[in-house]
């Protein structure tokens, strides 16, 4: 088994996410933790929240003791447009727009048009900004509130928070780069100086930022954290997400550089069913009659694990899966069979979404309430 690396750029092996927890020094989500999220947010909680897939945070309490106080917090996330996006992508988002909505928070999308630039040889610019403008459609179709969202591209505002980010980059030294993100001599200086760019966002607004992301985007954080005081900004708190594994099986996460490991937000009903049956690792036996008798293993199917994570919402259905395919009534094609369609339906919305997506866009990027104030700023 390979062995766990969690960075941003590489995710790989059995992910252990009580270690990352102790390695990273964030602080579990416990029970308590979401009995004050379910008392102070206008609506219920998520399945990515109550079945624990959003696991780990950094001082999540205290954001939300401020907002009882009558501090609001603003919310930043951000998506680096590589390959299409898939699945694993939205679900950041989802937590984000969740946020929005139970607390009526500020919303801020940073499109890294140029960071996979920067880190992989075989992009070019110009491919990453174009499948910038593809994402961002996608995102926008997932339905944030148009006045209080701003997306911005890395390569477009870069113009007006430059004085913040090299404010920001004066204060942090290559030594910490280097033992934050293992920059070599061999790193390029543009990706060396590049974290900035992410870190940049949380000095937004004086308020404190929540970021929602999963737990590679953890280590900009922590040099947020040791600057953000010495700037006259809060420390950035940050609500952790697993990783939705791949379709191969719960080691390392679903990839967009590797086709056959993702299902795409664009891909249709035969696609999706095709790529279920054919790749989705199975927790069932070798045959029929042996899955009769002996009954299959939910933990570690990833049909079962993708409706537990995001697409079966209805705890009893859940469980009543559960229970069939552990006791072998349930067969692994049955369980396959009813994954693609709950996948398909969550896509099928989302892509008749997408179709008007595009004024959207628009608002969010331009000229909604929270763009244009963003556009009018001075930054100094
Ligand atoms: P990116 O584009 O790699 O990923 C976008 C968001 O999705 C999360 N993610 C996943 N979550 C669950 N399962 C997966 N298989 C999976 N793969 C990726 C990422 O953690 C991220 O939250 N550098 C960032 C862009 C960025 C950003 C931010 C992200 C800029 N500012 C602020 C979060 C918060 C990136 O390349 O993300």
């Not at 009580?18 to 206008?42: C, H, Q, W």
């Not at 030294?173 to 934050?180: D, Q, R």
């Not at 697993?242 to 086709?259: D, I, R, T, W």
């Not at 070798?286 to 293993?297: M, W, Y």
Request: aromatic residues 12%; proline residues 4%; glycine residues 6%.
């Amino acid at each position: 088994m390979a062995e766990m690396r969690v960075t941003p750029w590489t995710v790989e092996g059995k992910i252990e996410y009580e270690r990352l927890i102790k390695e990273f020094g964030t602080a579990p989500i416990n029970d308590e933790l979401l009995e004050e999220l379910k008392m102070l947010a206008k609506k219920p909680l998520p399945v990515f929240l109550r079945r624990g897939f959003f696991f780990s945070h950094r001082d999540l309490s205290l954001a939300l003791k401020e907002y009882k106080e009558g501090k609001p917090f603003f919310i930043y996330t951000g998506r680096g447009p590589s390959g299409r996006m898939h699945l694993g992508h939205i679900l950041s988002f989802l937590m984000a727009k969740w946020l929005q909505e139970a607390f009526g928070a500020n919303l801020y999308i940073e499109i890294t048009d140029d960071e996979k630039f920067l880190q992989k040889k075989e992009y070019t610019l110009k491919k990453t900004r174009e499948q910038a403008d593809k994402d961002i459609l996608d995102i926008a179709a997932l339905g944030f509130d148009p006045d209080k969202t701003f997306i911005f591209k890395d390569t477009e505002y870069i113009g007006r928070v430059y004085p913040l980010m090299v404010r920001a980059a004066k204060k942090v030294t290559f030594s910490t780069m280097k033992a934050v993100f293992g920059f070599t001599n061999e790193t390029n200086v543009g990706l060396i100086f590049w974290p900035m760019y992410q870190v940049m966002p949380t000095f937004f607004e004086k308020n404190r930022a929540l970021i929602p992301c999963a737990i590679d985007q953890d280590p900009y954080w922590r040099i947020q954290r040791d600057i953000a005081e010495g700037l006259g900004y809060k420390k950035a708190a940050a609500i952790h997400g697993m990783f939705l594994p791949p379709l191969q099986g719960v080691e390392g996460k679903m990839s967009s550089s590797k086709e056959e490991s993702a299902i795409y937000l664009d891909e249709d009903a035969k696609t999706v069913r095709k790529k279920i049956m054919k790749y989705a690792f199975s927790g069932g036996q070798p045959t029929v009659e042996e899955h009769r008798k002996k009954g299959g293993n939910p933990d570690i199917d990833i049909s079962f694990i993708y409706l537990k994570m995001l697409f079966e919402e209805d705890d009893k259905k859940l469980g009543e899966i559960y229970n069939a395919y552990k006791s072998g009534e349930m067969l692994t094609g049955e369980l396959k069979d009813y994954t693609a369609k709950k996948i398909t339906e969550f896509l099928e919305k989302h892509q008749e979404k997408k179709k008007s997506a595009e004024s959207l866009v628009k608002k969010m990027m331009y000229d909604g309430k929270l763009a244009k104030e963003m556009w009018e700023r001075v930054y100094e």
